[in-house]
């Protein structure tokens, strides 16, 4: 059923994982290919020089047009080109991971595919990944089997500096997930995402309930958020890579200050991060939350007729605003350090009769304390994201956002997220487990 991905070192649909580890062994030199994988005759490889406005416009429009959609064709991703310079060019990346096709007789950008280096952690293993992303074909060019030439030859330029795994998500279900994750949304303007399709038609009594069980404070309620600067860089490392390890079994590992600089640092329209400096000792932070700017092009809006006299009014329905966007805020990373130190009460060690129902009973404090402040947390940025023009919060059923999904008004999405290893065989991972945020 796979003619690709048969032939690739991924485990089988079928396959149940029990052990983890590569596939096969890292490749001698001589048995990498020095050149570009063929391409059909009148198309050739090129580079995108992610620092050329121009190619940077070619690559965006590309996107634009032919990226991903959800399953109804309602919605389709629209990367800002900040977003994409942000995405592709973190510390330690490498040009010839930005690849793309053109069409050899006029020059159009017709195809793209990239990747940056990544560490992953995948239970007590560190490993040197690539995580691939923005697969692109122009619409045109599909079912020509041309998404397999891509990924041969990423791998390809990913093999050459030694590297032998890579790490990537689809919507798509594909041979074999280690993790499926759910979308959830959190309405920040209903009458927007009605408007648009993105959520469900309602009359106007049931939009007025529902926008009065949506509101939110004005105000954040967590004393000494701000945005985060320079000076806090060291400070969320540690934070981060503490959550992410005590937390979670896959999760990136943050080695320097300059990835954190580059990944955090607040950006107008692509990454807004906020840090809480704690009144007590001012300066030492205590936690941190970010999220991301993705819009999505409007394809059909709901209930607007496209072509005279294709779809009628309903009586009494006046004609709808009609939006270009909706422009979502996607959780990023967090981290806080609500739970250090949490330890017995003499009561409670007394009641417990065992070391490893202390233990248990430990990590269930902990998790009632990071439960209530990712809550608090989360709800001042749905704030913030509302103030700053979001019309909706999205994230996923991983890391610990279960933890507060319900109690913020968020919902389950019509779409997944799947999470895959090329190369790397691993025991399935729950989507809570996952501390891994793709863009
Ligand atoms: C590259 N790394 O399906 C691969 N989005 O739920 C990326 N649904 O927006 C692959 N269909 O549920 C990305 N509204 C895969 C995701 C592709 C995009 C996608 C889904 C995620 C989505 C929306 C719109 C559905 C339109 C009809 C959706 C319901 C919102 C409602 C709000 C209030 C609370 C309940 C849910």
């Known amino acids: 059923v796979h003619e690709f991905w048969s032939t690739q070192p991924v485990p089988k649909s079928s396959e149940v994982v029990v052990a983890d580890g590569p596939l096969h062994p890292p490749l001698a030199p001589e048995l990498i290919p020095k050149v570009p994988h063929p ?9 995108v020089d992610i620092d050329s406005p121009n190619e ?75 995580e691939i992303n923005f697969l692109c074909l122009h619409k045109d060019m599909r079912s020509q089997r041309m998404a397999p030439l891509l990924i041969k030859e990423v791998t390809r330029r990913v093999h050459l500096v030694g590297i032998f795994q890579a790490v990537y998500t689809a919507g798509r279900l594909l041979p074999k997930p280690v993790s499926t994750c759910r979308y959830f949304h959190r309405s920040l303007n209903p009458k927007k995402l009605m408007d648009t399709g993105f959520s469900q038609k309602l009359d106007g009594t049931q939009l007025a ?34 959550h992410l390890k005590t937390r979670y079994d896959v999760l990136p590992v943050f080695r320097t200050d300059a990835e954190i600089a580059h990944w955090f640092l607040p950006r107008e329209g692509v990454i807004t991060t906020y840090v809480v400096d704690d009144a007590e000792a001012p300066g030492k932070l205590s936690d941190f939350i970010s999220f991301y700017s993705l819009a999505s092009s409007v394809l059909k809006p709901a209930g607007v007729a496209r072509s005279k006299g294709a779809v009628r009014k309903p009586h009494g329905v006046r004609p709808q605003t009609t939006h270009a966007t909706v422009n979502a ?6 981290g806080t350090k609500t739970d250090y130190g949490v330890s ?34 989360t709800r001042d ?41 090329y190369n790397y065989s691993s025991r399935s991972v729950p989507a809570e487990k996952i501390g891994f945020v793709m863009l």
């Open 209 to 242: 309930k529902l926008v009065s069980s949506l509101r939110l404070p004005i105000l954040t309620s967590i004393p000494g958020l701000r945005a985060m600067r320079k000076g806090d860089v060291s400070q969320v490392r540690k934070l981060l890579n503490r």
């Open 56 to 130: 940077m416009n070619e690559f965006h429009d590309l996107l634009l047009n032919n990226y991903v959609e959800d399953a109804d064709s309602m919605f389709r991703f629209n990367y800002s080109l900040e977003f994409l310079r942000w995405a592709l060019l973190p510390p330690g990346f490498n040009k010839d991971w930005h690849v793309g096709v053109r069409e050899s007789a006029t020059g159009k950008l017709i195809a793209f595919i990239s990747g940056i280096p990544v560490d992953i952690m995948v239970r007590d293993k560190t490993i040197r990944m690539a």
């Open 39 to 47: 391409l059909p005759s009148g198309m050739e490889w090129c580079l």
């Open 381 to 421: 940025a749905l704030i913030l994201a509302k103030e700053a023009g979001f019309d909706v919060f999205n994230c996923l059923d991983m890391m610990d956002n279960a933890m507060f999904t319900r109690e913020l008004k968020f919902g389950p999405g019509d779409g997944y997220l799947r999470f895959y290893f």
């Open 344 to 377: 017995l009460t003499e009561e409670e060690k007394l009641a417990c009769g065992g070391h490893k129902k202390e233990k248990a009973l430990v990590k269930e404090k902990e998790n009632a304390l990071i439960g209530a402040r990712l809550t608090d947390l």
């Open 329 to 334: 805020a996607y959780l990023f990373y967090y």
